[in-house]
Structures are given as C-alpha cells and as structure tokens.
C-alpha cells in the first residue's frame, strides 16, 4: 500500500512563497496522478493542481501564474509552491497520490499542512 | 469551468438507515469522470467511488455509485456509526477539476 507524507512551514507572512512537499512510500504503479488540493477552515475542497508520470502539470488557473507543481522521480517526492500568498491562501494544503491497478482505483492522501498567512 | 451540486447540505439519518446523497453537474461528463470522497472529522478525504459507480480498493459494497451525463448519486445501503461524515463529489473529466459543495451525513 502506498503511503505519503507531507511537510513544509505552516506560518507564511504575506508576499511570502508557501513550500510543501510530498513523499511516497510503497510500491509504484504507472499512471500514477499527484495532486495538491486545499480546504479553506470550516470550507470544502479546492483543487490545485496535478502532475502525471510524464511530468505533465495541470493547474487550477483560478490561482493564475502563482502556482509550480514539480516532481524528483528519484526520490518519489513532489512539490508545491505558491507566490504571493495573501490571508485568503490560508487552509488546510492536502498532498494526493492516486493509482489504478488491476482494474480499480485507490489513494491515499497527506496528513494535511494548516498553513497560516498572517502579519 | 464545471459547477458540481450536491443535495442535501445534510442529511440526517439514524445507524441502519439508507442514504442517497445527489451531484448534479452543470454540464455532461464524457465517460462519467466522477468520484466520491469521505472526510470523516479532522481527517484526510479518501477516495470511495471512481468512474462514477466503480468502489475503490478496500470500500465496503455498501457504498455504491450510479449515474450518467450530469447526474449523479452516492448510496450507502445501512448507515454503519462510521459512516457519518461529509461526502463530496468531484468531476475529474475537465480541468480544472472540481469539487461539490459537501453533504453531510449527521447522526439523527
């Protein structure tokens, strides 16, 4: 079973650049998606962004050109980062690895990163 | 970008009960690109549905998904103590993918 970890600093003052990364542990499969999904306190999901095997990135274009999603194949890790932020990037930040094998589908999902943008 | 609504906000049922939670999307899903998430208190969503009605590894078969085109419903047969929680749906056909507004699935 695969299992991922995140890290990254939870207090950001505004104009700074949020940094998290994700680690995965266990077997690889191909066709693998990685994504960053947020939830703003007491709110619903957001989706971020993505990146496949192929390191072909999809991001979500309501956080225009803020948004780097990259990936170390090496070290089954990817990353995100995030310009600017301003108080409404505040929100519990979710790191996701999704994969299909043998004919049905499974993730498994960070512990969750509360990241704080305060003066 | 793709609206998802979900019905009801909640929903409240007793252990044992049937739940039929809804997702309508605001425009067809080519090949039903639809899945259904829990997120029980304080914790990560897990994925229980793909494809629209197909479960996950590892969830119960009394969870099940149907649907096509823009609607969609999430069915747990018997409502056991941890299954209460909040469902969301998400359409993964175009990006950027999009998340319903949540249904929650409270103890009577």
């Known amino acids: 079973q695969v299992q991922v970890q995140q890290w990254g600093a939870g207090l950001l003052n505004p104009s700074e650049t949020l940094s998290l990364t994700c680690a995965a542990y266990?077997?690889?499969?191909?066709?693998?998606?990685r994504t960053w999904i947020r939830q703003s306190p007491g709110k619903g999901l957001e989706w971020i962004g993505e990146?496949?095997?192929?390191?072909?990135?999809n991001h979500n274009p309501s956080l225009k050109s803020r948004v780097t999603i990259s990936m170390d194949t090496s070290k089954n890790q990817f990353s995100l980062k995030l310009s600017s932020v301003t108080a409404a990037d505040t929100a519990v930040y979710y790191c996701?690895?999704?994969?299909?094998?043998?004919?049905?589908?499974?993730?498994?999902w960070g512990q969750g990163t509360l990241v704080t943008v305060s003066a | 970008d793709i609206v998802l609504t979900q019905s009801p906000g909640t929903l409240s049922l007793s252990p044992g009960e049937r739940a039929t939670l809804s997702c309508r999307a605001s425009?067809?899903?080519?090949?039903?690109?639809l899945a259904w998430y829990q997120q029980r208190p304080g914790q990560a969503p897990r994925l229980l549905i793909h494809?629209?009605?197909m479960r996950a590894s590892g969830i119960p078969d009394r969870f099940s998904g149907s649907g096509s085109g823009t609607d969609f419903s999430l069915t747990i047969s018997r409502l056991e103590p941890e299954d209460f929680a909040v469902y969301y749906c998400?359409?993964?056909?175009?990006?950027?993918?999009?998340f319903g507004q949540g249904t929650k699935v409270e103890i009577k």
């Open positions: 996701r690895q999704a994969w299909c094998s043998a004919g049905t589908c499974s993730d498994s």
């Open positions: 266990g077997p690889s499969f191909s066709g693998t998606y």
């Open positions: 990146i496949n095997d192929t390191g072909s990135v």
């Open positions: 425009q067809s899903l080519s090949n039903n690109l």
């Open positions: 494809g629209a009605s």
């Open positions: 998400q359409q993964y056909d175009t990006s950027p993918r999009t």
